[in-house]
């Protein structure tokens, strides 16, 4: 269920700012019990209150929606008790987030009512808001007809109609109320640059923002013109992605994309990460790009790349268009109302897309080009922690500005050919014994092959065209000793940054382009994994794939960097009070433990390329005792089975059968309790924990997949009802959690 009002922070008038705020807070807190099943939203323009209930709950979740949103408890001891909840909660969310949002709105909202409304408000104005201007805005906004009512899930639709008429059917017109105004944010030919220091950033940033006005694919032409720009922007998100992984380039991340700013304006803008201290050239370099886009456009492999991705994507979401949750469509209602967003509904959606997609031409894509990331209306934010880059100031970002206007930008270099991911496979392997003890009872069949791996697949059409693929072997981190750990945890990053076998991440990209096959590698205390999926027709890529990760991974000295750098960056800033409280707290629970303790950064200083690849290597170059399942719409078995031999059935294994390892080591017995105020911030964080009995190995090893959120959602109830009545704050939980395989 959702209760969309059309009424944000932007209406506050001067004596009412902080109300919004106020009435989210107002609205539920009389009603805690339902914890996190509930939950509000308010912005500038918007406030959107969000409830999950049972099939048989529907006219009880509908009054409860009502009430909040048109009948909050708003009598002077409720707003008195709620401000100071409200104050404390600012506090909470005045992390560097929050400060930077402050320094920076200004500017992105510059000449508009929004540079001034804050849905979050400040602690002064929260502080001094009349509770009559809370009641004033209520009873002026909170109105039938600025509301929608949305139901999406188990119910039927008539009955869900006629529910919501009889709830909100009673209430009463408002004759006399004020339209509710628009707002724009106007242009400007000049630019803006914001600087922030921040102590709390975690690294340097740079984000340069054209301000323009939103247009919404409500027609086949329209539509046509935002899969141009989609297009476009997954071209310069390839540019950019490449910039990041030069060795020692001043960008170390970047990605560009649109942004809705209100129900009437955007923004197109383009983010880096910086190297510490190479904020300005990383501005610099992001400006070069946009020129270089503006200028000479865009090369057709690149064009062709991008369409096929988007192709792909298309297809995966056409292939299974009942699988779009209740929650994701029930919000997409809402944006339909909020922010005018067209809903044709997927299967439309897919059929258009598919049908334009193959038939943009280069002409459309040069004229996006040329238009993309204008001039007028531009806004610079850049971002520095405490550093080597707090010196930066407006006037240094404008003079960067100034030279890259004053230059020569040249096209995109060639790129080089893709080649195969694989040019030829080992000979493949043969299946050596069926397993269908599973078969009846479950759908499952098993292939054991000749070199030990073993394969489990069952054939469903629960998602028509997708291909699901998970796989594990015993071993783990476990199987490793201490100063081997890091070194592996570090090399499943490298590998995934380096590429595999002959092609660079890069160059990987591009010849997945039009694939549809994804896998990622993982490493718990007890198991080495792969995780993958696929559409039908990429599920040989997958496996090849898979081929390539095991028989030919990458370890290049740049990805190396990047990620050790990444990590290091991780220890050298402040993190906020939780994560502090959570390295605390395992250094007490597990003192004598390297594994469960950050790394320091003497020892990422140790962690250097043949340590890497020989870590991955003891897990994941012996395929011996991996075991793959299958799951999804997969070819006929004969067809399945000619593939897997040849791809899984090739693995490179020596017969080698690892077990998970129990050092020996528990946590500290008995009561422990910790105090340490060295942590950043101002806020206060409290963990308590109660550790279980052990349980036998065989148990704790076994791969299995438990989910025990409903067991806890009672407790987390009570808590947040108990937190809110007493101080105001629901920032509490109850998580299970497994403090150690055996425990």
């Known amino acids: ?368 080009a040329a238009g993309w990331m204008g001039d007028d209306s531009r806004v610079v934010t850049v971002i520095v922690p405490e550093g080597p880059d707090d010196a930066v100031d407006v006037a240094a970002v404008q003079r960067v500005a100034e030279e890259v206007a004053a230059a020569t930008v040249g096209p995109a270099p060639d790129e080089p050919a893709v080649v195969a991911l694989v040019e030829a496979l080992p000979p493949p392997g043969e299946v050596v014994a069926t397993d269908v003890r599973y078969e009846s009872a479950l759908g499952f069949t098993g292939w054991t092959l000749s ?43 490298v590998a995934a940054g380096s590429g595999l076998g002959p092609l660079d991440a890069q160059a990987l990209d591009r010849w997945l382009a039009g694939r549809d096959a994804t896998l990622g590698r993982g490493l718990s205390e007890g198991f080495e994994t792969f995780g993958g999926a696929a559409d039908r027709d990429g599920l040989e890529a997958l496996l090849l794939q898979v081929w390539a990760a095991v028989a030919a991974p990458r370890f290049e000295p740049a990805a190396l960097e990047r990620v050790v750098d990444r990590w290091r960056v991780a220890l050298t800033h402040a993190a906020d009070t939780v994560e502090h409280l959570h390295d605390v707290w395992r250094q007490a629970v597990w003192p004598t433990d390297a594994r469960r303790h950050p790394p320091t950064p003497e020892a990422l200083d140790a962690v250097d390329l043949d340590r890497v690849r020989a870590a991955y290597q003891d897990r994941f170059g012996d395929a011996g005792d991996f075991t793959f399942v299958l799951v999804g719409d997969l070819p006929e078995p004969d067809g399945l089975r000619s593939l897997v031999v040849r791809t899984l059935g090739a693995l490179p294994a020596s017969g080698r059968v690892d077990v998970p390892r129990d050092w020996g080591i528990r946590p500290t017995p008995g009561r422990v309790t910790v105090a340490d105020d060295r942590g950043p911030g101002t806020l206060a964080a409290a963990r308590l924990q109660w550790r279980g009995v052990e349980v036998p190995p065989r148990v704790a090893f076994e791969p299995q997949a438990l989910d025990e959120t409903d067991i806890f959602n009672a407790p987390n109830m009570e808590l947040r009802r108990v937190m809110l009545q007493r101080i105001g704050m629901e920032h509490v939980e109850v998580i299970p959690s497994a403090v150690h395989p055996l425990v």
């Not at 049972?54 to 401000?83: K, T, Y």
């Not at 291909?467 to 990053?493: H, I, N, W, Y």
């Open 1 to 368: 269920l959702r209760l969309a009002l059309s009424v944000g922070s932007v209406l506050e008038a001067d004596d009412q700012r902080g109300a919004v705020h106020l009435l989210e807070h107002l609205a539920l807190a009389s009603d805690p019990e339902l914890g996190p099943h509930r939950t509000v939203h308010a912005g500038f323009d918007e406030t959107v209150f969000r409830l999950t209930v049972p099939a048989d709950g529907l006219h009880d979740g509908l009054r409860r929606l009502r009430d909040w949103a048109l009948a909050p408890a708003l009598d002077d001891d409720a707003i008195e008790a709620d401000r100071a909840a409200v104050l404390r909660e600012w506090a909470h969310g005045l992390g560097a987030g929050a400060r930077i949002q402050q320094a920076t709105v200004p500017a992105t909202f510059f000449g508009s009512p929004y540079a001034e409304r804050l849905p979050i408000g400040t602690d002064d104005d929260l502080a001094a808001i009349p509770a009559d201007a809370v009641r004033a805005f209520h009873h002026t906004w909170h109105r039938p007809d600025l509301l929608r009512v949305i139901a999406v899930g188990d119910l039927d639709p008539a009955h869900a109609a006629a529910a919501i008429a009889e709830v909100f059917g009673g209430e009463p017109a408002r004759d006399d109320a004020p339209a509710r105004p628009a707002f724009e944010v106007p242009g400007h030919a000049d630019g803006k640059a914001v600087v922030v220091v921040d102590p709390g950033a975690t690294r340097a940033a740079v984000a340069v923002a054209h301000k323009h006005d939103r247009v919404e694919a409500r027609t086949v032409g329209a539509m046509r013109a935002s899969l141009v720009e989609a297009v476009g922007l997954a071209v310069v998100n390839e540019r950019l992605t490449e910039l990041a992984h030069r060795p020692g380039g001043p960008v170390v991340g970047a990605g560009a994309g649109v942004q809705r700013l209100t129900r009437t304006e955007a923004a197109s803008g383009v983010t880096a990460v910086a190297r510490d201290g190479a904020v300005l050239e990383a501005y610099r370099t992001l400006l070069v790009e946009i020129r270089r886009v503006r200028e000479h456009g865009l090369r057709d492999p690149e064009v062709d790349r991008a369409r096929a991705r988007l192709l792909a994507a298309y297809h995966t979401l056409g292939a299974d268009p009942g699988g779009v949750a209740a929650d994701d469509e029930a919000d997409e209602l809402v944006r339909a109302f909020t922010l005018d967003e067209p809903v044709p509904g997927i299967a439309a959606e897919v059929a258009l897309a598919v049908r334009l997609l193959p038939g943009i031409t280069g002409a459309e894509l040069d004229r996006w």
């Open 451 to 493: 070199n030990g791996v073993r394969v489990w697949f069952r054939r469903t059409g629960f998602a028509p065209g997708r291909v699901q693929l998970s796989a594990f072997s015993p071993g783990g981190a476990s199987a490793l000793d201490d100063d081997e750990v890091l070194a592996a945890e570090v090399a499943l990053e």
